[in-house]
T-cell receptor, first 113, second 116 residues
Framework: SQTIHQWPATLVQPVGSPLSLECTVE??????LYWYRQAAGRGLQLLFYSVGIGQISSEVPQNLSASRPQDRQFILSSKKLLLSDSGFYLC????????????FGPGTRLTVL | AQSVAQPEDQVNVAEGNPLTVKCTYSVSGNPYLFWYVQYPNRGLQFLLK??????LVKGSYGFEAEFNKSQTSFHLKKPSALVSDSALYFCAVRDRNSGGYQKVTFGTGTKLQVIP
């Protein structure tokens, strides 16, 4: 069966510090991968998606970047965090077909102070 | 462009009563429709989806949803609510007929509170 992991679960970082959040998927090949941010426990904002290694599409211009160095690894990064980067970050994957649902990781709670 | 609306911020229902969480959508073609549930400080969990075929879709934990093309709706329902159903529910849509990659658009979520 497939599983998706995210770490760390929680993170408190000062403004201006770097960020690296990691997401890995097990039990599948060539998944579509996604990074979302959820603010105030509500709506989901798609940040990045990837349909293959090294292929990253950005949905919203921002202080963040993403990379996919391996087929089942997706990394969210920042060189300098802003207060507005605080939120709940969710990684998700889906099989490569259009009609398939997404499977979400447990999330990372990021607080920037 | 595609969009999805969840008109109710919160729905309160007594335990044992039927529940409905509303969702309407807009796509240029035919939709794929999804419902997800989120418990506090957790990721979203897939409940059910409509791809094609029978308009009544059955999913996890006794939930079902009815696709209504004329009303562009996909309301989530359950015959008898449980306190453990209390959570945040998201509706999502994807245009089936778009070429290339087409992202899924999520609604803003509806908080379901089941009262004992």
């Amino acid at each position: 069966s497939q599983t998706i992991h995210q770490w760390p679960a929680t993170l408190v970082q000062p403004v201006g510090s770097p960020l690296s959040l990691e997401c890995t998927v097990e039990g599948t090949s060539n998944p579509n991968l996604y990074w979302y941010r959820q603010a105030a426990g509500r709506g989901l904002q798609l940040l990045f998606y990837s349909v293959g290694i090294g292929q990253i599409s950005s949905e919203v211009p921002q202080n963040l970047s993403a990379s996919r160095p391996q087929d089942r690894q997706f990394i969210l990064s920042s060189k300098k965090l802003l207060l507005s980067d605080s939120g709940f970050y969710l990684c998700a994957w889906s099989p490569g077909l259009a009609g398939n649902e997404q499977f979400f990781g447990p999330g990372t709670r990021l607080t920037v102070l | 462009a595609q969009s999805v609306a969840q008109p109710e911020d919160q729905v309160n229902v007594a335990e044992g009563n039927p529940l409905t969480v509303k969702c309407t959508y807009s796509v240029s073609g035919n939709p794929y429709l999804f419902w997800y549930v989120q418990y506090p400080n957790r990721g979203l969990q897939f409940l059910l989806k409509y791809i094609t075929g029978d308009n009544l879709v059955k999913g996890s934990y006794g939930f079902e949803a009815e696709f209504n093309k004329s009303q562009t709706s996909f309301h989530l329902k359950k015959p008898s609510a449980l306190v453990s159903d209390s959570a945040l529910y998201f509706c999502a849509v994807r245009d089936r007929n778009s070429g290339g990659y087409q992202k899924v658009t999520f609604g803003t979520g509806t908080k379901l509170q089941v009262i004992p």
